[in-house]
């Protein structure tokens, strides 16, 4: 009998009742709008650093609506996290901070990169199903979708704000604003005045130096950063990989065994990242390069390696100018280019790999087999916004946009014969890429409107169409009612429609006996309901959702990407999921140097077909976390994940256990305002040195991924 995750469970009772003491608690006066909420203008605060703790749950957001909001206002499900809390826990990566997010889980595939889970649904790429945005530019790319293949660390030196959507998010943003939205907002010269310098190291002989400086000069405000990072990374054990089963497959035939298994993961990376940014009267200039080299962790065919490289680099530009029309009206209009490059060097079997060939014949490669390849894409797009409010308590917002995304630069070197698979004797251009040159053109129209029925009452109603020159049309609309309650309580009512569209490996790949699209893909959609309830006073907010996702047409691979011996792996869409849970989250500030949260989710995500329980994905989450000042200067901020375990498939023969739950503690301590502007911080992650693993797909990978052990991270700051 396997053991109920009670504390899971105690978790998330504990976030909804922690509060219950404080709702009847009287009330201070303060300056109110006619819905009854607090107002805070952007203008009022020049850095987060200004801000007490009791401020930072009072900080807007823009994501929900397209235009400035209290997270109770908005029409969807927000979280908001600020430069402040980002420091407080000691986070350096987009992902360390998506970890404590309600409904939001990071894990790793076998090349190291990071893939995004959302309230059920995980993907065997990376991000695709989740839109990230670098100061509303989106970061996903159209060959393999997600943003994590490009950015496998999106660092947080030089961030203000990270504002974050569980549920869908379509009818504003489009193509995969799937299951959630997550902009990631920079600093600018109105809110950085001056310049930061730090430098850290630690474990996995691990070195960060980054600059920030923001100056205002005139009308004219100027701001940039940039980022060096190397690491070894962990050297993680890894018993057995792919190869080790496939040399069990050939020892009748008196065939060698070539896997390296036992040994050790690589996980080195090193990166540079910058961005800039130029404001002037309506006029805003935004650009961020970031280039990476790692090592490939276990590799692409989950066979250990040496020498795997890969080389992801992405650059983006936009330029946008608004302005008022009128008391009433304003304008926007933007112009955008993306450029994202990805390189891989990989050895994708071991020296010594023989293969059986379809002839018959035994093929052997003494320096394994071999690919050198690019696949790189470029996309512009241009936008115009016009918002109208004919009164105080009415917007209408209606957009439109044209994007082209298309493939350059494609190529493929091998030592291996594409039509008889047998060996070269050295590398040489192929006769075909992983991908063949494809191209696609999109128009997108929205139409939003919001407006308060009465001060207590406010209405979301929306609708983008979106036509694609590769696969067709999609429709779709969102709702929401938003219910400002009495005694500081407010309720949601939500609907959306989202849709994932297919990317160009999907449609397009064109690797013989390997991977091979289906360009009849259609998109996949989700319809989703949330039912939101949440109260808010000045120093304390808790709010409980319940949500349904019905989706169609999931896109997912035929077989895992390691799981063949022979044969091609090819996409199509699935019957789809049916997906429901809750999600509850508490979070208290006491003064200016405590505070405490939790959350917590409950997520039961079955196949519609034929009901069965998703494989790797647990039914529990749940973080808690909070921070002690002690003193004026000196502050500890301890966080405790906590993941349930991971059912298998029940076509899974080689692990028949489930992946076993885990509770991860991570501390940083922070020394601030040290010699004025000095600020020291030192982070231990996985404190009790916890043994755990990220689940593995289906295929023929006999274990799972192992996750670091405990580490450590010390770090420097200076603002002048």
């Given amino acids: 009998m396997k053991k109920r995750p009670c504390f899971f469970l105690l978790a998330g009772i504990a976030c909804a009742l ?111 199903n989740v839109l990230v945005l670098f100061n509303g530019h989106r970061l996903n790319e159209s060959i393999f979708g997600g943003a994590t293949v490009l950015n496998q660390d999106i660092p947080l030196y030089n961030i203000k704000q990270i504002e974050i959507i569980r549920g869908p998010g379509s009818a504003l943003f489009g193509a995969n604003a799937f299951v959630g939205v997550v902009n990631i907002i920079s600093y600018t010269a109105e809110n950085f005045d001056g310049s930061e310098v730090s430098l850290g ?142 390189g891989e060097f990989l050895k994708a079997t071991p020296p010594g790999f023989t293969r059986p060939l379809p002839s018959g014949a035994i093929a052997q490669f003494p320096e394994g087999v071999i690919v050198d390849f690019n696949n790189n894409s470029r996309r512009f797009a241009g936008d115009g916004i016009i918002n109208y409010s004919p009164t105080p308590d009415n917007q209408v917002t209606v957009g439109m946009g044209i994007e082209k995304e298309s493939t350059f630069g494609l190529n493929l070197i091998g030592n291996f014969d594409p039509v008889t698979l047998g060996p070269l004797p050295s590398l040489r251009p192929l006769s075909f890429t992983v991908l063949r040159p494809s191209e696609r053109n999109i128009f997108g129209l ?98 409980g959702n319940y949500f349904v996702n019905f989706i169609r047409d999931f896109i997912a691979p035929t077989k895992a990407f390691a799981g063949v011996l022979q044969g091609s792996l090819t996409f199509l869409n699935t019957p789809g999921l049916n997906i429901q849970g809750f999600e509850t989250e508490v979070k208290r500030n006491f003064g200016l140097d405590h505070a405490i949260f939790a959350n917590y989710t409950f997520q039961h995500p079955k196949e519609k077909d034929t009901g069965l329980r998703i494989a790797d994905v647990p039914s529990h989450l749940a973080n808690v976390g909070g921070t002690l000042g002690v003193g004026r200067y000196f502050s500890v901020s301890p966080t405790v994940l906590m993941r349930s375990r991971r ?52 295929g023929l990978f006999p274990g799972d991924y192992p996750r670091p052990g405990r580490s450590a991270f010390m770090k420097l700051n200076y603002k002048f």
């Fill in 647 to 698: 059912p298998r498939s029940p076509a899974e023969t080689l692990r028949p256990q489930d992946v076993a739950g885990y509770a991860l503690l991570n501390v940083n301590l922070r020394l601030k305002n040290v010699f004025e502007t000095l600020e020291v911080s030192g982070g231990v992650n996985n404190v009790l040195d916890k043994t755990y693993v990220d689940p593995a797909p289906l």
């Fill in 18 to 128: 922690s509060g219950l003491n404080l709702v009847a608690a009287p009330q201070k006066n303060q300056k109110q709008q006619s819905g009854g909420q607090k107002t805070i203008e952007l203008g009022e605060f020049k850095d987060f650093d200004d801000l007490n703790l009791d401020d930072l749950l009072d900080v807007p957001i823009s994501i929900a609506a397209g235009k400035v909001q209290r997270l109770e206002e908005a029409p969807s499900v927000v979280s908001v996290i600020t430069a402040d809390e980002i420091r407080r826990m000691g986070a350096r990566t987009l992902e360390e901070v998506l970890q404590i997010i309600p409904g939001y889980e990071v894990l790793t595939d076998n090349q190291g990169r990071n893939r995004i889970g959302v309230r059920g649904v995980v993907t065997l790429g990376s991000s695709e």
């Fill in 446 to 543: 929205f139409v939003q409107d919001t407006w308060n029925v009465v001060p207590q009452v406010g209405i979301t109603a929306g609708l983008r169409y979106d036509h694609y020159s590769d696969f067709g049309n999609t429709l779709n609309p969102r709702a929401g009612l938003v219910w400002r309650l009495p005694s500081n309580f407010h309720f949601k009512a939500l609907y959306g429609r989202a849709f994932r569209a297919p990317t160009f490996i999907e449609l397009f790949a064109q690797v013989p006996g390997a991977l091979v699209g289906d360009p009849k893909l259609r998109p996949s959609t989700i319809n989703t309901l949330e039912f939101a309830l949440g109260y808010k006073r000045k120093n304390f907010r808790l709010s």
């Fill in 201 to 342: 190291g630690g474990s996995f002989v691990t070195q960060e130096y980054s600059v920030v400086s923001g100056r205002t000069v005139g009308k004219l405000g100027l701001s940039g950063s940039f980022q060096f990072r190397n690491t070894d990374g962990p050297r993680l054990f890894v018993p057995a990989d792919s190869q080790t089963l496939f040399d069990k497959f050939l020892a009748p035939l008196g065939v060698r065994p070539a896997s390296l298994a036992p040994g050790y993961t690589r996980d080195g990376r090193r990166s540079f990242d910058s961005s800039f940014n130029a404001v002037y009267r309506g006029l805003r200039i935004n650009a961020r390069f970031r280039h990476e080299n790692t090592d490939g962790f276990i590799g692409r065919v989950d066979n250990l390696g040496k020498g795997n490289q890969e080389r992801p680099r992405q650059g983006l530009f936009d330029v946008a100018y608004g302005r008022l029309l009128g008391s009433k009206t304003s304008f926007e209009g933007k112009f955008s280019y993306t450029e994202n490059r990805f």
